[in-house]
Structure formats: C-alpha cells, structure tokens
C-alpha cells in the first residue's frame, strides 16, 4: 500500500514539474516583451526631448548630471548621465504629484574606453532592462540584460563585432557577469540619484 501511494505522489509531482518549467518561461518571455515594449517608448521619450530642445520648444523633461574628473592614470573622465521620467498628474492639482523614472541614459569614458549605458525601469520603477555598448581597446561590445521584479537577472545576450564588422552573438565570460552585476547594483543607485534630485523643494 505505501509503495502504491508513493508512486503516486512521483507520477502527481512528474505532472507538475513541467507546468511549473512552463510558467515560469512564460513569466520571463512576458518580461522580455515588456521591456522591449517599454525600452521602445523610452527611446521615443528621448527622442523627442531632444527634438524639443534643438527645437528651443520649452517643453523638454529630463535632467542631465554631469560628473567631470582627472583620474590619476586615464586623465579627464566626463560621465553624463540623463534621466528621463514621467510625472504623476491629478486633474485637480497644478503641479505634479511626484515623478517616476523611466530610462537613464549614461555616456562616459575611463581614458580610452567610451561606453553607452541605459536604465530602464518598469511601471513601479524595479529594474528592467539594460543596455550597453562599449569600446574597449578597439573591440566593440553590446550587452542586453533583462531583469525580474527583484532585480535578478532572466536573461542575457552578448554580442561582439567580428572581423567583417558585424554584431553577432558571443559566449558569457567573467568580464561580462562582472559587468551585468555591476549594472543591477548600479539600478538602485541610479534610482535613489533621481528621487533624491527630485525631492528637493523649491521657495518662491
């Protein structure tokens, strides 16, 4: 009798093990797409912040932090980081409620090496999505990394530049997780920057 219930309960946990491998695909590909769907209106929204301003149309939304410094060794470091968000509005209300971040956008430089990073957060402002494209000593680098709501990382992609100057896909090495955990660590910073920036208060 014992026997017969535990081949039962193997056969009910075998059942369940591959409806639970299938949710939770489920849940990280529904993640990817959401990232790829919002990364695609945080370009849009820098896009056309930038037009505003090249257009002198008072209407432009973001805020620049630039960090200017010599270090010993690399020379002048110039590290621009960008900040775009939306406002929480109420009809009732003149002015926003507060602001959540979208995207950061960051471009700087340790000597030779430039990279591109952005940031982008969900609706509740959890880490996303991440991107960056680098170059380091004449190899071109872009890594994409997508992320849960706790932060951890779902998935990533690597690509380098071959010989014909074509971006194709490249195995994970140590440089690269360095890189990745760099960048989750860097979402919390980034984000306690920009509601720090705005909960300043104004007199008038």
């Not at 017969?4 to 075998?14: F, N, P, R």
């Not at 775009?84 to 409620?97: A, Q």
Request: with cysteine; net charge negative; aromatic share 14%.
């Amino acid at each position: 009798m014992k026997k017969q219930i535990i081949i039962v309960l193997l056969l009910l946990v075998s059942i369940a093990m591959p409806v639970a491998a299938q949710k939770t695909d489920k849940n990280v590909e529904e993640r990817v797409q959401l990232a790829r769907d919002r990364y695609a209106v945080g370009l849009e929204n820098i896009s056309i912040n930038k037009q505003y301003e090249r257009d002198e149309v008072p209407a432009v939304n973001y805020t620049t932090v630039t960090r200017q410094q010599n270090w010993a060794g690399s020379g002048m470091t110039i590290d621009k980081m960008e900040f775009y968000y939306n406002e929480i509005e109420d009809d009732m209300e003149p002015y926003p409620l507060g602001y959540k971040l979208v995207i950061m956008r960051r471009n700087y430089n340790i000597g030779s090496f430039e990279a591109l990073e952005e940031y982008l957060y969900d609706d509740d402002e959890h880490p996303l999505f991440w991107f960056t494209r680098y170059n380091d000593y004449g190899q071109i680098v872009e890594l994409r990394g997508y992320f849960d709501t706790d932060g951890s990382l779902i998935r990533t992609i690597c690509k380098t530049k071959d010989d014909n100057g074509k971006m194709t896909a490249c195995d994970l090495n140590e440089d690269f997780e360095g890189r990745f955990n760099l960048a989750k660590s860097n979402f919390k910073r980034f984000k306690k920057a920009f509601q720090s920036l705005y909960d300043v208060e104004y007199s008038y």
